[in-house]
């Protein structure tokens, strides 16, 4: 199974910092990957697929980017509703694998 | 409107068997592929099982060989049947429509919990 590491588990940044959160593939998966948000006693909500194209109605402030190996979510002004943790997802191929998730705060 | 609703859930002993449903409202299950997602409690997310439009079916690790992922076109509903039960099965079991997909749904969720 391709494994999908993911840093940090957890970070803390003010109102307004840019943050960014990554993962790293233990195989090339293209840009089969997917980011999710996930609140507290809340389903998942995907914001980016395809790596780097943005779901509908989903913030400007969250970009995905890379290919192959590494990929990165970036928000680019934190702010207090982003409060959540984040997590990436690859369906390359099967079994489809999680990364184990970041926790962000906000100071 | 939109939506799917997971129920199923429930409290079972370790090495028994409960299976889990998911059924889709306004459209139609056996149009898209869909998929079984898990969080035990406290923990992250865990990809369990999808099912095409195809009826092509595909297994977490963890899980392949013990559940068992259908559907029932009539009454728009994907099933997880799970066996052999074990008490890291407990979990938050998510039914999710088209996963990485700008199509994306998911339901709220229903409670597995394994123990004696």
């Known amino acids: 199974a391709i494994q999908m590491t993911q840093s940090p588990s957890s970070l803390s940044a003010s109102v307004g910092d840019r943050v960014s959160i990554t993962c790293r593939a233990s195989?090339?998966?293209?840009?089969?990957l997917g980011w999710y948000q996930q609140k507290p006693g809340k389903a998942p909500k995907l914001l980016i697929y395809a790596a780097s194209t943005l779901q509908s109605g989903v913030s400007s402030r969250f970009n995905g980017s890379g290919s192959g190996t590494d990929f990165a979510l970036t928000i680019s002004s934190l702010q207090p509703e982003d409060v959540a943790a984040y997590y990436c997802?690859?369906?390359?191929?099967?079994?489809?694998?999680f990364g184990q998730g970041t926790k962000v705060e906000v100071k | 409107e939109v939506q799917l609703e997971e129920s199923g859930g429930g409290l079972v002993q370790p090495g028994g068997s409960l299976r889990l449903s998911c059924v889709g409202s306004?459209?139609?299950?056996?149009?898209?592929?869909m998929s079984w997602v898990r969080q035990a409690p406290g923990k992250g997310l865990e990809w369990v099982s999808v099912?095409?439009?195809?009826?092509?079916?595909y297994y977490g690790d963890s899980v392949k060989g013990r559940f068992t992922i259908s559907r029932d076109n009539s009454n728009n509903t994907v099933y997880l049947q799970m066996s052999f039960l074990r008490a890291e099965d407990t979990a938050v079991y998510y039914c999710a429509r088209k996963l990485n997909n700008y199509d994306d749904l998911w339901g709220q969720g229903t409670l597995l919990t394994v123990s004696s």
């Open positions: 306004g459209f139609t299950v056996n149009s898209n592929y």
């Open positions: 099912i095409y439009s195809s009826g092509s079916t």
């Open positions: 997802l690859q369906d390359y191929n099967y079994p489809w694998t």
């Open positions: 195989q090339g998966i293209g840009n089969d």
